[in-house]
Every structure is written in structure tokens, then in C-alpha cells.
């Protein structure tokens, strides 16, 4: 069989611990027997990054946005005990902050659904995107605890040195704290767009709920912007798919989506987004099949799974034990890549072998062959618990019948 051709490299981003391994069979077994990959490779394993001082992070982000797609693996976040196990000379920065702060973008997560794990909602039978505002508010305040006779203003001095003052709180009989927050325009414009294109990518309803009631203008601001930005650039193509961009009181969001049946995104402010997306994957089943993608407001899109590098299974496999780790999300990073890749190069059967790799990822789940993780939630009659390798030929099994 010949092998499917890629007209542009897509960027590879190779990372840390058990999903180190996985990612390696993921390529042997699944990618390379059919795709001809055209990669540009960067190892962000703690070991390099440590090497190169972190450049190696950096000139991964620059790559992704030179040829518009990466793929990226779950990478260690240095504490202090990653700085003895690996002897690093710094406690190194999140990659994916890095990557994020570079590519200045939005952060989609998707749950993978498969029969046999119901959500704890049983109505949600569509996956629920969340898309949480990566900027400011509550992660970029300033705060103090004041003392009893104290008086907080807010002082803002404009471009000319004039000042304008408000009063937050005269602490005349107790003590007590404040906070200063902020967000800028750009960054919601930023936020907004990324949240409509991501809506017509998927062609999905797109969700925004803030407290604009109470907070009459930060929350207010927020609403305001998704609304003129959607007016202006995104209200006729909505239109022609049949989609719809709907505002709402964030309480009033939430009980709509407890009771909704999935199927749109929902974009959240940087707080409710942070909350939010652990319910959700929490509720959804495993975070073994959540899947993260990073999109930018121009158009650059990351995709990795959203667990971390497994590190408990990591040291299991190092000791000689076989694991049953599960690379569902991994492999539909991979796929979601592959697929965009086929779209902006216009090269259908990328795409069309994105979608066989999904489907042999799903049927192989839901005839009964799994890792343990899903072993003990699923409720099939005839299921069975693979390690990692074994589950990743079984998939290979199913899509060489399909390809
Ligand atoms: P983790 O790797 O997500 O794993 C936590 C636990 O969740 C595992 O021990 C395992 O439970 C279960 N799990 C997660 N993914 C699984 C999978 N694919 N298959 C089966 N079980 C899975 O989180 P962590 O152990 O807290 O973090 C390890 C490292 O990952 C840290 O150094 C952290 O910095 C990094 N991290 C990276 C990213 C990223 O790059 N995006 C995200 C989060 C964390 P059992 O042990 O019970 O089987
Ligand atoms: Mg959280």
C-alpha cells in the first residue's frame, strides 16, 4: 500500500515519562505503516529543555508558528523534586504556559465518548467544549490583607498624569482584605475570535456567560466585546452553517448546561473556565479522554491530550511491569493534527486517515478492549483489559481492515 503523502511538515513536540513511551508506539504502530510524516521535530523532554535552557520550548512555539499545526505530547512541569530526579540547573517554566504565552492563545477541551461509559449526566450524549480565557482576572491580581482604619481606593492616572479615584472600602471598625484585577481588550478580542472560529471549525453553537448584572463594567465588558466582534465578523458565516452565538447570566449557563445534551462550546472566563473544565472531564468519565487543543487568534492550532505524563505508570514500566495505560487522547491529538494539516493543505485523504484513525480508536473501545482505566467504568458486558501495547495493535488491527 502506498503510503499517504503530507505536502507541509507539522510540528512535533516528543515529551516526558509513560506518554513518552506511548507516544513512540503510537508512531510505529499507527502513523508510520501509513502516512509518509513530514515532521519537524522537537524533543521537550525535561532532559533537553534542561540541555538547551529551555530554548528548545521556545523554538517549538516558534516552528508551530511558522507552519500553523503541532502535535504535542504531556511534558513535565518542573517542582522541587523534579529538580534533584533530573539535576536541573532552574526550575523550568511550564512548556505549555511558554507555548501558550507565545502562540497567545485559547485552550479548547473535548471530552472522547465512547459507549459503554455513561457521563455522570446521562442526558450529556454530545461532548461539552470548554473554553476557558487563558488571561488575567484572578491569575494576574494584586491583593492585600488591610488594617481596621484603613481606606482602599482604586486610583487610576491616565496618559496625562490626571488621576481618578474610587472608593472600594472604608475598613473603619474591622480588618479586612482587597484585590485588584484586570483584562485587556485585546486579549478578549483575542479570546472572542478563537471561541468563533473554533464554533464554525466544529460547527457548533458558541456559549458566553458572564456576571455582567453584578459587575456592571469588567463583566460587562466581556459581553459587550463577544457581541460587537461577533456583529462584525462572524454573524453572517454563524448564519450560513446554522449556528448560534447565545449570552447568558453564568448561573443561568449553568443550569442550562446541567441540563442540556452537549454538542457547543462553551467559553468561559479565565475563573469559570478553570473550575468548570474539571467538572465537566470529572463528570464526563476519565481525563484519559479529554483531549486539549490550543488555538490562537489567528488560526495556529496545537493539539495534545489533556492528562499529564502519567508518571505512577512511568515508573511501573521502568521497573519491568507492563502497564495498561490509556493513549486514547494522545492518538486523537495526532488525529486532530493530521486532519488540519489535510485541510490547510488541501489533501483530503490526510483527513479521510484522521477519521479512520478515530474510528478504529472507538470501535476497538466499544467491542470491548480497553485499559484499565475504562476496564473499571465501562458497562459492557464483554469487556477486556489490555496493556498499553497490546491496546494500540488492537487499534492497528481495526484500521488496517479500514485503509
Ligand atoms: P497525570 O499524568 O495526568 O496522572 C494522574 C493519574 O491519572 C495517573 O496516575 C492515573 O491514575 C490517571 N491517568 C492520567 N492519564 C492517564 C492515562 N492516559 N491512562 C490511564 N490513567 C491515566 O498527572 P500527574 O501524575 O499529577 O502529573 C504527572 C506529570 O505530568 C507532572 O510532572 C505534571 O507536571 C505533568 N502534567 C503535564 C501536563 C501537560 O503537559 N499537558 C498536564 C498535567 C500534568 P492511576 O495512577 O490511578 O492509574
Ligand atoms: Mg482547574
Not at 513518552?20 to 502516512?35: A, N
Not at 473554533?198 to 456559549?207: E, I, R, T
Not at 491529538?333 to 489533501?347: P, Q
Request: some cysteine; glycine content about 6%.
Amino acid at each position: 500500500m502506498a503510503k499517504i503523502q503530507m505536502k507541509t511538515p507539522l510540528v512535533e513536540m516528543d515529551c516526558d515519562e509513560m506518554t513518552r513511551i506511548l507516544w513512540q508506539w503510537i508512531k510505529d504502530i499507527l502513523i508510520l505503516p501509513y502516512v509518509d510524516l513530514k515532521s519537524e521535530y522537537y524533543d521537550l523532554g525535561l532532559k533537553y529543555r534542561n540541555e538547551t535552557n529551555d530554548k528548545v520550548t521556545v523554538d517549538s512555539a516558534e516552528a508551530t508558528k511558522k507552519y500553523g499545526v503541532a502535535v504535542k505530547c504531556a511534558t513535565i512541569t518542573p517542582n522541587a523534586a523534579r529538580m534533584t530526579e533530573y539535576d536541573l540547573k532552574e526550575m523550568w517554566k511550564s512548556p505549555n504556559g511558554t507555548i501558550r504565552a507565545i502562540l497567545d492563545g485559547t485552550v479548547f477541551r473535548t471530552p472522547i465518548l465512547v459507549k459503554g461509559v455513561t457521563p455522570y449526566i446521562p442526558t450529556w450524549t454530545q461532548p461539552i467544549t470548554i473554553a476557558r480565557h487563558a488571561y488575567g482576572d484572578v491569575y494576574k491580581n494584586t491583593e492585600m490583607q488591610v488594617k481596621k482604619g484603613s481606606k482602599a481606593e482604586l486610583v487610576v492616572t491616565d496618559a496625562e498624569g490626571n488621576e481618578t479615584r474610587q472608593e472600594i472600602f472604608d475598613f473603619k471598625d474591622t480588618d479586612g482584605i482587597i484585590q485588584g484585577l484586570h483584562n485587556k481588550d485585546n486579549s478578549i478580542r483575542g479570546f472572542a475570535r478563537a471561541c468563533f472560529n473554533y464554533g464554525l471549525d466544529l460547527k457548533q453553537d458558541v456559549w458566553f456567560a458572564s456576571k455582567d448584572t453584578i459587575s456592571k463594567k469588567y463583566d460587562h465588558r466581556f459581553k459587550d466585546i463577544f457581541q460587537e466582534v461577533f456583529d462584525a465578523e462572524y454573524k453572517e458565516k454563524f448564519e450560513a452553517l446554522g449556528i448560534e452565538y447565545f449570552y447568558t447570566l453564568i448561573d443561568d449557563a449553568v443550569a442550562r448546561v446541567i441540563r442540556s445534551n452537549g454538542g457547543y462550546i462553551w467559553a468561559c472566563k479565565n475563573y469559570d473556565g478553570d473550575v468548570m473544565s474539571d467538572m465537566v472531564s470529572t463528570a464526563y468519565g476519565s481525563l484519559a479522554m479529554m483531549t486539549s487543543v490550543l488555538v490562537s487568534p489567528d488560526g495556529i492550532y496545537e493539539y495534545e491530550a489533556a492528562h499529564g505524563t502519567v508518571q505512577r505508570h512511568y515508573y511501573k514500566y521502568l521497573k519491568g511491569e507492563t502497564t495498561s495505560t490509556n493513549s486514547v487522547a494522545t492518538i486523537f491529538a495526532w488525529s486532530g493534527a493530521l486532519r488540519k494539516r489535510g485541510e490547510l493543505d488541501n489533501t483530503p485523504e490526510l483527513c479521510a486517515f484522521a477519521d479512520k484513525l478515530e474510528k478504529a480508536t472507538i470501535q476497538t473501545i466499544e467491542e470491548g478492549v480497553m485499559t484499565g482505566d475504562l476496564y473499571l467504568i465501562s458497562k459492557l458486558e464483554n469487556k477486556k483489559k489490555v496493556d498499553s501495547e497490546e491496546f494500540l495493535k488492537e487499534i492497528g488491527k481495526r484500521l488496517d481492515a479500514m485503509v
